[in-house]
T-cell receptor, first 118, second 111 residues
């Protein structure tokens, strides 16, 4: 149980285009999901907290107008990288917080999405 | 704020126990010690967590010192598939706490 999926697993796009990444909790409902970014040879950096039915909370230094987050249902959060540029190329990872059962308040991570902007 | 300190890298011979240390001298009484690992180009994988007592599951053992200022993750019989970056994280188990990653320890299991 507690599986989180991401789609796509990798994407290549042209500079200036927008890219949407989906994060789904497959077997549980998640009122809160998190988005992380990871550059090569670095650790994961938390970008924002996605809350179902309300606005996302962004970490300091993360541009909310560039990284649009929509958490429209209890099993889906999306991250849209708008007007992507080569410096946005990174590994994007989501996680979902489980709020029932023995794993209460644990976070489970998706497999990640590799974004390459040409 | 860096709540944990880990060595940047370690080697371990295949089949041997891998002992990964973590210092968390400022841990508060209600904070848990969590361990995750990340195999190259994959998402983080939960390994184990504990509060005060030592814990063991099918993947690893977690030894927490009595003063809770440090802990050790033990992989009893390391395999090549255990090569990964291991993250020690201190956090509350509350609805408002988030998993914040430090640099972790890059473990290389050598044949």
């Amino acid at each position: 149980g507690a599986v989180v999926s991401q789609h796509p697993s990798w994407v290549i796009c042209k500079s200036g285009t927008s890219v949407k990444i989906e994060c789904r909790s497959l077997d549980f409902q998640a009122t809160t999901m998190f988005w992380y970014r990871q550059f090569p040879k670095q650790s994961l950096m938390l970008m924002a907290t996605s809350n179902e039915g309300s606005k996302a909370t962004y970490e300091q230094g993360v541009e909310k107008d560039k990284f649009l987050i929509n958490h429209a249902s209890l099993t889906l959060s999306t991250l849209t990288v708008t007007s992507a540029h080569p410096e946005d190329s990174s590994f994007y990872i989501c996680s979902a917080r489980i709020t029932t059962g023995s794993s209460y308040n644990e976070q489970f991570f998706g497999p990640g999405t590799r974004l390459t902007v040409l | 704020d860096a709540k944990t300190t880990q060595p940047p890298s370690m080697d371990c011979a295949e089949g041997r126990a891998a002992n990964l240390p973590c210092n968390h001298s400022t841990i508060s009484g209600n904070e848990y010690v969590y361990w995750y690992r990340q195999i190259h180009s994959q998402g983080p994988q939960y390994i184990i967590h504990g509060l005060k007592n030592n814990e063991t599951n099918e993947m690893a053992s977690l030894i927490i010192t009595e003063d809770r200022k440090s802990s050790t993750l033990i992989l009893p019989h390391a395999t090549l598939r255990d090569t990964a970056v291991y993250y020690c994280i201190v956090r509350l188990k509350t609805s408002y706490d988030k998993v914040i990653f430090g640099p972790g320890t890059s473990l290389s299991v050598i044949p």
